[in-house]
């Protein structure tokens, strides 16, 4: 166990802590708690521990879960005790409506400061002209700014959702499909990922969209920037990157800026790859096109920004620019190209058969003739987190679809490189190959648990 920082109090016994229990939905039984495991290093949560002992003992189960366990969710990370602190912090308690140095209350002087730290600093690290760092989330960040490039009735075109798009490019069942027209590209080629970008273009032209959006939650593979800034120029549009899932990645130098092939604008969550707290941020090339965002972030969309989180994303760029997160951003894409070719090494099929960034898509209907549910509750089991999703074209629902989506983020923040991919990697084939023997799975979750305990999670551990 590591050196504590100062907002840890040591060993703390855990005897208030809940039992953890199996797999929501699972038939199993609840799983008991290892005895001989080490005890963990606890922040200290007194004033909770008094005023609410229900919430606190739902943390001490949360702390232990994130401990034990191993945490595959693509889109999930851990953050520094440092930003983990300022998360909370009396930054909570200041109202900050307006821009540094524009405010509509007073008493501004500190917020400003923490504001004017993380702009400054996403700008040089993503190398954009203009940073607005108030929206609350990835989707608050992208309605805003479809509202500051388009009027209603106005035609964007992004990325088929099966195929890897997000929710807020325009799924049916989200508002703003009410609001603007979305037209979608695909894969080419599903066996290489390789998008179409001829069809792209054809589209574009026909359908003259005000927005050519490039971004992903459900894609391995890198999109070629340059072609669709082309096309982008050729019809009229403003290029758009949502590069929620691979920001880190990118800051990191580990994957292609899109400003560098003359992108207009990225929209980003901070608490994916980028391991902030959780947010978004609007960043464009341009100052000018930087002011309409303001003005539809803050007065047009949102009220006051979350100052503790704007402060805990100054932090988290200020740490996003040391030479660790260079190192930290290439191990994750090695972590999740050396686990990818594990799985295909023992017969697993991966949608477009591999990755380029950290995440992976497993068919699990051809790999193992189970369903994506089915192989999450199994995962979850023994300590295994990830997410059923949809596969390309995905004849089933999405509720039950035909595939699991992974990814390498969490784990590499934990320290763990490519012998501990092959090692996860066996952990799960393993399950797959007992899944009938409920005894077998429980002496495999606590094979796992006790690997887990070696890698020290911080915010829990350091
Ligand atoms: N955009 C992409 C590509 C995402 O993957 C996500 C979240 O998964 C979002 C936007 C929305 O982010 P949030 O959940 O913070 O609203």
């Not at 589209?203 to 800034?229: D, H």
Request: glycine share 8%.
């Amino acid at each position: 166990m590591q050196a504590h920082s100062l907002c840890y109090s040591g060993s703390a016994n855990m005897t208030s802590t809940p039992t953890v229990t199996a797999a929501r939905g699972s038939t199993r039984k609840p799983l008991p708690r290892s005895t001989s495991l080490p005890p963990p290093a606890m922040p200290i949560y007194t004033a909770l521990q008094a005023a609410d002992p229900d919430v606190y003992n739902a943390l001490m189960g949360e702390m232990q879960r994130q401990r034990e366990g191993v945490e595959l969710i693509a889109s999930e990370n851990y953050i520094s005790c440092a930003v983990l602190e300022t998360m909370g912090t009396v930054f909570n308690n200041k109202y900050s409506e307006g821009y540094p140095s524009k405010r509509y209350y007073g008493g501004q002087q500190f917020t400003d400061i923490v504001e004017s730290l993380a702009i400054e600093r996403a700008k040089k690290l993503f190398k954009a002209g203009h940073a607005n760092v108030q929206p609350h989330a990835g989707a608050p960040a992208n309605i805003a700014t479809y509202f500051a490039l388009m009027e209603p009735g106005d035609t964007i075109m992004g990325m088929d959702l099966s195929h890897g798009g997000h929710l807020t490019h325009g799924h049916p069942v989200t508002y703003i499909t009410k609001i603007f027209k979305f037209v979608r590209y695909k894969m080419k080629d599903v066996e290489t990922g390789e998008i179409d970008y001829d069809e792209m273009r054809e589209i574009a032209r026909r359908e003259k969209p005000k927005v050519l959006m490039g971004g992903f939650s459900a894609y391995p593979r890198e999109l070629n920037y340059a072609k669709m800034q082309a096309i982008a120029k050729e019809v009229g549009a403003v290029s758009i990157m949502d590069m929620a899932h691979i920001a880190g990645l990118i800051a990191g130098g580990a994957l292609r800026n899109p400003f560098d092939d003359g992108f207009d604008l990225c929209l980003t969550t901070t608490h994916k790859t980028l391991r902030g707290p959780r947010g978004g941020m609007i960043l464009t090339r341009e100052e000018e096109l930087g002011k309409k965002i303001d003005k539809q972030v803050f007065p047009g969309f949102q009220g006051g920004p979350i100052m503790q989180m704007v402060a805990a994303k100054a932090v988290a760029f200020g740490e996003a620019m040391k030479p660790e997160f260079k190192v930290y951003a290439h191990q994750i894409i090695k972590n999740a190209k050396h686990m990818a070719q594990y799985f295909m090494d023992h017969g697993v099929k991966l949608i477009t058969n591999g990755t380029d960034n950290h995440m992976m898509l497993i068919d699990c209907i051809t790999s193992w003739n189970m369903s994506g549910k089915e192989v999450e509750h199994l995962f979850d089991s023994i300590g295994i987190t990830l997410n059923k999703n949809m596969i390309a074209d995905d004849p089933r629902k999405p509720m039950d679809p035909s595939g699991v989506r992974l990814g390498t983020p969490a784990i590499t923040t934990r320290g763990m490189k490519e012998p501990e991919m092959e090692k996860l990697a066996g952990f799960m084939l393993k399950a797959i190959e007992i899944r009938a023997d409920e005894t077998a799975l429980r002496k495999l979750h606590e094979e796992v648990k006790e690997f887990c305990l070696r890698y020290p999670v911080p915010g829990i551990d350091k």
